[in-house]
């Protein structure tokens, strides 16, 4: 990774110096580590986060009807390694209205490290059908981990719940390409199966033969990230407190709020 990160260091310059601010949304900050990871690289749970950040205030305003959670990873991790599930109720939603739950699982078993892992997979859950499907695109790497967590989410639900393996998931072809396939899944499935469904018509959850351009979805993710930089900037610009000097500035990345 030394090597890695000195090649894309001297490509961009110190304008991508490591852990440098890069975009404030809302509650997730992005960093020039993530954006990294990001264009080249596993996707890091904050790149994640940012995009069910995205989704929450983009995509599902415009469907107030609709009871759906996207679970950040943190709070996953903390759903899958906590030892006294009770103790961490304040930070988990309340799910009494919700109909569906959307979870990107991790691979990491270390306590400690809620950035450990080498693996993403998804897991939706429909609470009204008392179903957890398992999208996993390096096969069924992570079988265990979507078990043990649909396990525990059906204890904070207080019934239980049918664990499905999608045998059907599209598969990655490399080894960094998990993260992007599960924001771009997530993203249909939310879109096309569940926000957009015919409420007479039973909803299909299977992947079978959608085709995932993961380059192309890395393009997008980062095309949409420059866009809010650029609101940010704009936003900034109009703001009585933008002459304050460049040095303070510089320190402070673009916002939106």
Known sequence: MPGFR???TKHFGDSLTPSKPYLSYHDILLTSDDIV????DWLTDNNIAFWEEWLEREVLPKYPRAHIVLLRPSITFLLMQAIDLKSIGSALPDFRKTTHIFLPVNDSRDRERADGGSHWSLLVVSVIDRVAFHYDSLGGANFYEAQKCTERLSRVLGHS?????MEDSPQQGNNSDCGVYVCIVMRHLLIKR???ANSNEKVSMSMANKVIDSSGGRKEMMQIIESLR?????????????TSSKSGSSKTPPRIE
Do not use: A
Not at 37 to 40: H, Q
Not at 161 to 165: K, M
């Open 194 to 196: 569940l926000l957009n």
């Open 6 to 8: 000195r090649k894309i």
């Open 37 to 40: 990871s990001l264009k080249y």
């Open 161 to 165: 719940l049918r664990f499905h393996q």
């Open 230 to 242: 650029k609101e940010g900037e704009r936003r900034r610009s109009l703001s009585p407190m933008s």
